[in-house]
C-alpha cells in the first residue's frame, strides 16, 4: 500500500458528461501528479499541483482541470466525455519538488474511467 | 521535449532467466527510478538512483545509474511468474525543475 488513496475505483459514464476523480496524498506530501495510461499505454503526464498550486503542466486537455485543496487532496475534473477519455487515471504523491528522495513519485491504484 | 528511451519494448523469457532492460539518453539526468506496474494496479517504485555509477539492488533486483549520467539499466536475476509486468524508467533532468520524464515501458512476458 503506496499509502495514496483514489475513489471511485471504476466510473462508467455516458459521452458527453463530467466526471471528478479524487486522491489524497501519502501523509506529509506537499506534490501531487496526474496521469493518464490508456489501454497498453506508457503514463502520460497530465498535471503537477505542489501545496495547492500548480507547477506543471502536460499534455491535458482544455476539458480537464485539476485543483488541489488546502488540506492537500487533489481532485481532476473531465468534462465533455469522449470515447477516446477513458483510461485508467493515476494520482502520485511525493513530498516536494526538490531533488533526491523529495521527487520519489508513489502511486494511487488508479481509476478506470469507461466512457460509453 | 525530452525523452527516455526504453529498451526493449516487450521481452517473452522463460522462467528462471536472467533479464536486462534499459533506458537511454541524449540529455544528462541527476536521478534515475525504476518502476513496475501490475496489470490493473499503479506503478510500484523498485530501486532509486542518485549517483552517476552507482549500483543498487532490491533482492533479485539490480541498477544501475550510468557513468555518462545519460542512462541507466535493470537487471532481473532468475525471473519468476511474479516478475511479470510493465517495467517503467523516469528520470530527472539536471537542471530542470525536478520533473520527472518518463520511459515507454518495458512489457515482461514469462512463455508458459
Known amino acids: 500500500d503506496s499509502g495514496v488513496t483514489q475513489t471511485p475505483k471504476h466510473l462508467i459514464t455516458a459521452t458527453g458528461q463530467r466526471v471528478t476523480l479524487r486522491c489524497s496524498p501519502r501523509?506529509?506530501?506537499?506534490?501531487v501528479y496526474w496521469y493518464q495510461q490508456s489501454l497498453d499505454q506508457g503514463l502520460q503526464f497530465l498535471i503537477q499541483?505542489?501545496?495547492?498550486?500548480?507547477?506543471a503542466k502536460g499534455n491535458i486537455l482544455e476539458r480537464f482541470s485539476a485543483q488541489q485543496f488546502p488540506d492537500l487532496h487533489s481532485e481532476l475534473n473531465l468534462s465533455s466525455l469522449e470515447l477516446g477519455d477513458s483510461a485508467l487515471y493515476f494520482c502520485?504523491?511525493?513530498?516536494?519538488?526538490?531533488?533526491?528522495?523529495?521527487?520519489?513519485?508513489?502511486f494511487g491504484p488508479g481509476t478506470r474511467l469507461t466512457v460509453l | 521535449g525530452q525523452q527516455l528511451n526504453q529498451s526493449p519494448q516487450s521481452m517473452f523469457i522463460q522462467e528462471g532467466e536472467d533479464v536486462s532492460m534499459n533506458c537511454t539518453s541524449s540529455s544528462i539526468f541527476n536521478t534515475w527510478l525504476w518502476y513496475k506496474q501490475d496489470p490493473g494496479e499503479g506503478p510500484v517504485l523498485l530501486i532509486a538512483l542518485y549517483k552517476a555509477g552507482e549500483l543498487t539492488s532490491n533482492g533479485r533486483l539490480t541498477a544501475q545509474f550510468g557513468i555518462t549520467r545519460k542512462d541507466s539499466f535493470l537487471n532481473i536475476s532468475a525471473s519468476i511468474p511474479s516478475d511479470v509486468g510493465i517495467y517503467f524508467c523516469a528520470g530527472q533532468l539536471l537542471g530542470s525543475n525536478y520533473q520527472l520524464i518518463w520511459g515507454a515501458g518495458t512489457k515482461l512476458i514469462i512463455k508458459p
Open positions: 499541483y505542489y501545496n495547492g498550486e500548480e507547477r
Open positions: 502520485a504523491s511525493s513530498l516536494g519538488t526538490s531533488g533526491g528522495a523529495y521527487n520519489e513519485q508513489f
Open positions: 501523509s506529509g506530501d506537499l506534490s
